[in-house]
């Protein structure tokens, strides 16, 4: 394993923004881990696992030990005629993952075809789209601490899953490193079709009874159409999460505007759309000279070339107090910003 300095993290980060990283490393084993651990008694870096950068926005360069992870490989721990369960490396490619299990008739996880990410960071902020969230799919995840190098497995019901969160986001933020991921899937297909965008574009198909393979590729076709594809355009998905507010909050939205979307959420609480108040905030499409709002989907950020993160910080700190203004809501970042 080499040890590398002022590592370029341009590429390593779906924004596209620079940045360098003061030590970085390639993690192709698990012995690489244990090794960096080992190392660090005497470097004494903070260690910062990387997935593929496609949550993150770094408004500096990393004065840490930065992590690649390149762990690879799929096996089958167990099936019968209903469900097949898996042990993935934490460093597949999401989509990539989602397709293989798709091609070997293994299904569920076809709502959140296009994710960007690995397997490895699927469970930390609980990837969801479409209706569907990995926590359904999800049996344990094993990790390894960065501290004392020990290895634990946590299962389902003690990863505190919530939307978009996670105990990784939280208690066990920065400490550990995500190994493997365990999941088990169907092997009959139980087709997920509630949420709106989905229905519509399988009826424009005059597809009646979709398989899993129709509903990947129509969500693949959706996400494309609204998403900016961040080898092209720098970007991270939803910068902001959708928020969760009192009903009061909608009472008085709904009092100043006829179609006020929401979700249901907890007792006394509903989920509103962010890239809706940002539209309605005016943000849709604004630019502001190499970063700005998209114009296809107001809840992601753009770098549209020479972008520095600080300026893309800024902008979502702009639309923030915005938003609180005009409408008395809170929206808070989705993305890791360093
Ligand atoms: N809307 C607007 N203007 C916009 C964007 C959205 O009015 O610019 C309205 C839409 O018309 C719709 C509502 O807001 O009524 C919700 O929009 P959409 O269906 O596009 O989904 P979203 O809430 O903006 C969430 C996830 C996405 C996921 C989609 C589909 C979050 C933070 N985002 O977006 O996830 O793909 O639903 O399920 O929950 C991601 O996390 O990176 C991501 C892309």
Redesign the pocket.
């Known amino acids: 394993m080499e040890l590398k300095q002022n590592f370029d993290l341009t590429n390593y980060n779906t924004f596209g923004v620079q940045s360098k990283a003061e030590l970085c490393s390639i993690i192709s084993s698990i012995e690489d881990i244990q090794n960096v651990i080992e190392q660090n008694k005497e470097i004494k870096k903070e260690i910062y696992p990387l997935g593929s950068g496609s949550n993150i926005l770094l408004t500096q360069d990393v004065d840490k030990w930065v992590l690649i992870n390149q762990l690879k490989g799929i096996i089958v721990l167990k099936e019968n005629e209903k469900e097949v369960s898996l042990e993935v490396m934490s460093g597949e490619d999401w989509h990539e993952f989602v397709l293989h299990t798709l091609d070997q008739g293994y299904y569920g996880l076809e709502n959140l075809s296009l994710i960007p990410g690995l397997v490895g960071t699927s469970p930390i902020q609980n990837i969801?789209?479409?209706g569907v969230e990995v926590k359904d799919f999800i049996d344990s995840v094993e990790f390894i601490y960065l501290e004392s190098g020990k290895v634990e497995e946590l299962d389902n019901r003690y990863i505190h899953f919530g939307y978009?969160d996670s105990i990784f986001k939280n208690e066990l933020k920065g400490k550990i490193f995500i190994t493997k991921v365990r999941l088990t899937l169907y092997k009959e297909p139980k087709v997920n079709v509630k949420?709106r965008?989905l229905i519509d574009e399988l009826e424009k198909r005059s597809i009646k009874d979709p398989s899993p393979k129709d509903i990947s590729d129509a969500v693949i076709f959706v996400?494309q159409s609204?998403?900016p594809d961040p080898s092209k355009i720098g970007n991270s998905?939803?910068f902001?999460?959708?928020p969760i507010v009192d009903f009061s909050v909608l009472k008085t939205l709904k009092e100043r505007f006829e179609n006020v979307?929401n979700y249901p959420a907890e007792e006394g609480k509903v989920k509103l759309?962010?890239?809706?108040l940002?539209?309605k905030g005016g943000w849709?499409g604004f630019r502001d000279g190499n970063v700005g709002v998209h114009v296809k989907?107001?809840?992601v950020l753009v770098n549209y070339g020479n972008g520095k993160g600080v300026e893309i910080l800024q902008l979502s700190n702009k639309i923030i107090s915005d938003i609180e203004t005009k409408f008395g809501v809170s929206l808070e970042r989705?993305v890791n910003i360093i």
């Open positions: 969801g789209a479409y978009r949420y965008a996400r609204k998403l998905g939803s902001f999460k959708n979307p759309a962010a890239g809706w940002i539209e849709k989907q107001a809840l989705e």
